[in-house]
């Protein structure tokens, strides 16, 4: 994982304006918890070594670091030991990108299992992500092939506590 965010770093110094990586194994239908025992700290020593590296080269507040998955993990252990998908709840991580990054947007019940305040759309992480691009998402429309405009993001808007 960690060689994947160095090259990651690498590719950003060479002028590449959109990188992405994936990290496998985080879909975790069955042995959930000595799965994450070793996965979180590997993710947890990459990450927080890329922002160290990008903010030491003051190239952090120009790159926008989106962390997530495709899904939430549901609030119960199936008889696997693992967590189905659960697209009710999910988490995200934003750092970089000149945000007012060190909080907490949002919350869930105390399961995990519901939005209990500020819920945030996955179109409004991808609001962020235009933003940082110069991309006005809500004005900007595109056409596929048939002809027939379609608006880059139906509902996200900019999170404006990370503004």
Known sequence: AAQKFLLARRLVEAGVRCVSLSIGDFDTHEANFPRIR???PLLDHALDTLVTDLDERGMLDDVLIVVWGEFGRSPKISPN???EHWPQVA????AG???????????????AAAVAS?????????????????????STILTDSTGRPHNLLDVGQVI???I
């Open 38 to 40: 070793y996965l979180g």
């Open 81 to 83: 030991g693992g967590r």
């Open 91 to 94: 988490m995200g991580i934003l």
């Open 97 to 111: 990108g000149g945000l007012k990054t060190g909080q907490v947007i949002g919350s869930t019940d105390r399961h």
């Open 118 to 138: 500020r819920p945030v759309h996955y179109q409004d992480v991808f609001a962020m992500m235009y933003r940082h691009l110069g991309i006005d998402a809500q």
């Open 160 to 162: 404006e506590e990370l």
